[in-house]
């Protein structure tokens, strides 16, 4: 399965990819200061363990930085 993280394209085995799994591959799940949208809407990290990510779908995530 291809599935694109900020426009990167990544090959998983998996039939069915949670997106809790997808952000532990990348070591990110752990990760905190992080928003995650897929397709376009943003998905609450209360959910990441339900979402299920499609083939072709594109998962952006955001860092939050300190600055001023």
Do not use: D
């Not at 990760?31 to 998962?59: C, D, M």
Request: proline letters at 3%; zero cysteines.
């Amino acid at each position: 399965m291809e599935v694109f993280v900020n426009k990167i394209p990544y090959q998983f085995s998996q039939v069915e990819l949670k997106l809790s799994f997808l952000l532990s591959e990348l070591q990110l799940l752990q990760k905190r200061g992080i928003a995650v949208a897929l397709n376009n809407r943003v998905i609450p990290r209360s959910e990441w363990t339900a979402t299920t990510v499609s083939e072709s779908s594109h998962v952006t995530i955001v860092t939050a930085s300190q600055g001023g």
